[in-house]
């Protein structure tokens, strides 16, 4: 990445110079559900409900409530975009991923009089502190449990081992010093030192940070077994950015944060408290959620008890809508990447590209595209979608493809299910699994065959040409021309 772009404004500033990539706007704009409807509109795409489209990211720069504050959406809605902060193409965005994982740098800590984010602070014992009326966290729609925090990257340490981990949470502002934080079953190592420390009867310091270098987010999207327990993701950070991350001392409790972040909340994962998530509204609704559904409340979730907020001068609060092509981004390219790697160690040289698609939320589904170069090879494409199960587990469903399908365009991808593709034949079930619990499908309701919440039949759609009728099924060749020298006008 440019060595100058270290934060979220030098990231902006950059992509100033594509026309139409961000824009801004001066117009007034409740954070309760009017922002993200408008931008809805404008660009979410993603599985939210239609009518919506791809388009730029959207500057609010007049926060109802938050004088001087301004809200900043859809940095990731764009395949396309994203690239371009990451100095690659669309199409090449997993492979620099994995470059990062394999030349990490450790993050280092700076003094607090380099750290911006720490340039006003609020802490909880000061008169009338309520972190709702500091930040200016959106509700998505009026049905949401309350304001959440979307793309709040929160920072904690093995209280045992003193190893860092970063991801990004569900975060509900509760109360003036109290979120709720909500954490995917058995997936997240949050959730380990959590409960280490609550097993000590101790709360667990946490920082979240908001606002941040756009190559952080990204890698704070990586799971398991890509970044195994104790492996702090802003090393992956390090090696997008070819520069270490810079960390911050906190004021008020012992842990760290992302030191150019425009927002931090400092606060502590407190034992043995538990609230429920529609604690405001008993709507049973907590926020729109990825597969596109607003997701239910939790009945019990961890608190954070809130001891500062800090923030640059003008701050710009981060945020995305759940069901949008931004958590495609966040949450798709680090599952491609951790494909590429797994399948790419198992089976050097055959697997050509990877898609976490939008229509799966960057986690359900993943294309493949793979190549047979010998007879041997037949087979082993299923053997690819084995391993890019147990690379990401939150997998539901992969297609395969072969090397002259555009995995990017659904259409292609559509075409060879259809003309390589025969359902009692190309098909592989594989029923029990444990998968992610936002699926409505993945219960027993849907299905009584399934024993809980989140368990599903994971498949396997072959679409590959068997190795011995390749030369069948070769696509129509085209003269190939250059169409430049053909001036188009209107009829």
Not at 72 to 87: N, Q, W, Y
Not at 292 to 305: C, N
Not at 347 to 362: D, E, F, I, K, Q
Request: charged share 20%; glycine share 8%; hydrophobic share 40%.
């Amino acid at each position: 990445m440019n060595s100058t772009q270290d934060d979220l404004r030098s990231a902006l500033e950059y992509l100033k110079t594509f026309p139409g990539e961000v824009m801004q706007t001066d117009e007034p704009v409740d954070p309760m559900a009017e922002l993200s409807g408008v931008y809805r509109h404008v660009g979410a795409g993603g599985t939210v409900m239609r009518p919506t489209k791809l388009g730029p990211a959207l500057l609010f720069n007049s926060i109802k409530g938050h004088p001087g504050a301004r809200v900043l959406i859809g940095l990731f809605a764009s395949r396309e975009r994203t690239a371009r902060l990451l100095k690659t193409t669309p199409e090449r965005l997993a492979f620099r991923l994995v470059e990062a994982l394999e030349h990490p740098l450790d993050p280092v800590v700076v003094p607090q009089q380099q750290a911006a984010c720490q340039q006003v602070v609020h802490r909880a014992s000061d008169p009338g502190f309520d972190v709702r009326k500091l930040v200016p966290a959106p509700t998505n729609t009026p049905d949401d449990a309350g304001p959440y925090l979307t793309l709040g990257h929160c920072y904690a340490s093995d209280p045992e081992t003193g190893e860092s981990d970063i991801t990004i949470h569900r975060l509900c502002l509760q109360g003036p010093d109290t979120l709720t934080m909500f954490l995917t079953p058995g997936a997240r190592h949050i959730e380990v030192f959590r409960q280490k420390a609550e097993a000590a009867g101790k709360p667990l310091p946490i920082s979240i940070s908001i606002g941040i270098d756009p190559a952080i987010s990204l890698a704070t999207s990586f799971e398991p077994p890509t970044t195994p327990l104790g492996f702090d993701e802003l090393k992956v950070a390090g090696g997008l950015r070819g520069r270490a991350v810079d960390l911050v001392e906190c004021l008020t409790v012992r842990e760290r944060a992302i030191a150019h972040a425009e927002y931090v909340i400092e606060g502590e994962l407190l034992p043995g408290v538990r609230m429920r998530e529609d604690h405001n509204t008993d709507s049973g609704k907590a926020m729109p959620e990825f597969p596109g559904y607003t997701g239910p409340a939790v009945r019990e979730l961890p608190v954070i008890r809130v001891t500062a907020v800090t923030h640059r001068h003008h701050p710009i609060l981060q945020t995305c809508i759940g069901p949008s092509e931004e958590h495609v981004t966040l949450a798709g390219i680090p599952t491609e990447a951790s494909i590429l790697q797994t399948v790419g160690r198992a089976l050097p040289g055959r697997l050509l590209n990877v898609y976490a698609h939008s229509a799966g939320g960057g986690k359900y589904l993943a294309v493949l595209q793979f190549k047979k170069s010998v007879p041997s090879d037949e087979g082993r494409q299923r053997q690819a979608a084995l391993l890019a199960f147990a690379a990401f587990s939150e997998l539901k469903h992969v297609i395969l493809v072969d090397e002259d399908v555009d995995l990017f365009d659904s259409n292609d991808v559509l075409w060879a299910l259809n003309t390589r593709y025969q359902g009692d034949l190309d098909t592989v079930f594989l029923p029990g699994f444990r998968c992610h619990p936002l699926d409505p499908s993945q219960s027993p309701d849907y299905n009584p065959a399934l024993r809980d919440n989140g368990i599903t039949c994971k498949t396997i759609f072959d679409c590959t040409v068997p190795w011995n009728l390749k030369a069948e099924f070769v696509r129509a060749k085209f003269l190939d021309v250059d169409p430049a020298r053909f001036v188009l006008r209107p009829f």
